[in-house]
């Protein structure tokens, strides 16, 4: 197997609440907790959950655009998390973002031209005023988008027209990694599936790696080549994406699977309803973290720290009562 372009390694990211006289730290919220995969070359990861689990803060700290509390991310044979401003500039070449919403990632001020030649600005890839508009034009018709389109401003664009100028902006600098944090969730879903498309065809054609985050699985399917499904900021589940949607192993898996609509109105899917809400992040359950809802817990479930195990070739597990392996 080649090497991994990435892997994070036991990643945590911890905000710190304040208060009091002199606002001091009071609790954390546990928003990304021992966060441990890697990604080979060419690969689309998939990373599914609920609103609020830590899909996007993960991808965000990969980048660094918010800072570890602790952990590695190693992109080739860098160590990301130890880089100084310097190096770390150098490194944005090669690992870019796609932001969920169209509207707010685009500067209403600066003209489509300007937003995406500015990454050629600041990295020096184009040498005159004529090479960088050249550039953000092959850009443009890249994502399906017209030249003339250059001098126009975002609000003059649809929200999938505006999430193509985010995907060209994340081209410009030839990246090798792109975080996409729900770059289709704000859109419609007939738009959905062209930008999902889109996104599939210049994977193919530039040998793009995407860390592809979502909370919608019929679109994680679609593109993922691997799927990890995180709950309360741990990742519960990693198998390639036809073994985790024929086979889901942990409950939590299954309930989530469980609430995907079948087109086919003749086919009947048992629908797993969970017990209460999701604890705090602030203050999460001992043990699994998912055993305050789970129908198949036992009383060492609420001890155990459940870590992630090899069930199949490929398909880890963080479920004691699945894999028959206790933790801790």
Not at 197 to 221: C, K, M, P
Not at 310 to 321: I, T
Request: proline content about 6%; hydrophobic content about 40%.
């Amino acid at each position: 197997m080649a090497e991994p372009l990435l892997r994070v390694k036991n990643l945590k990211k911890y905000f710190p609440i304040r208060g009091g006289l002199f606002s001091r730290e009071v609790a954390r919220v546990h928003a990304v907790d021992d966060v441990t995969f890697e990604m080979q070359p060419g690969e689309t990861m998939g990373l599914v959950g609920e609103s609020g689990c830590g899909k996007s803060t993960t991808g965000r700290t990969i980048l660094r655009l918010i800072e570890p509390t602790s952990g590695e991310v190693w992109f080739q044979s860098r160590n990301v998390t130890t880089l100084d401003k310097r190096s770390l500039r150098q490194l944005r070449k090669e690992m870019q973002i796609i932001f969920q919403d169209p509207y707010a990632s685009l500067n209403p001020r600066m003209t489509v031209g300007s937003i995406i030649g500015e990454a050629l600005v600041i990295h020096k890839l184009a040498k005159t005023r004529r090479e960088r508009e050249e550039r953000v034009v092959e850009l443009l018709e890249t994502v399906g988008l017209n030249a003339d389109h250059l001098r126009r401003y975002p609000h003059e664009f649809s929200g999938g027209q505006r999430q193509r100028i985010g995907i060209a902006r994340a081209l410009a600098v030839n990246p090798k990694l792109i975080v996409a944090d729900e770059p289709v969730s704000a859109l419609d879903v007939s738009v959905q599936a062209q930008v999902v498309n889109l996104l599939e065809d210049l994977q193919a054609r530039f040998g793009l790696t995407y860390l592809f985050i979502a909370h919608d699985l019929s679109v994680v399917e679609h593109i993922s080549t691997r799927v990890a499904v995180m709950y309360l900021g741990k990742i519960v589940e990693i198998a390639p994406a036809k073994e985790l949607y024929t086979n889901p192993k942990h409950p939590y898996t299954e309930a989530l699977l469980s609430a995907v609509p079948i087109p086919d109105p003749a086919i009947k899917r048992k629908r797993i309803l969970l017990e209460g809400d999701v604890p705090s992040p602030i203050n999460p359950p001992s043990g699994c973290r998912f055993h305050t809802r789970c129908s198949l817990r036992v009383p060492s479930c609420s001890e155990n720290e459940q870590v992630l195990k090899q069930a199949s070739p490929g398909h880890w597990v963080a479920c004691q009562v699945r894999t028959g392996v206790a933790a801790g």
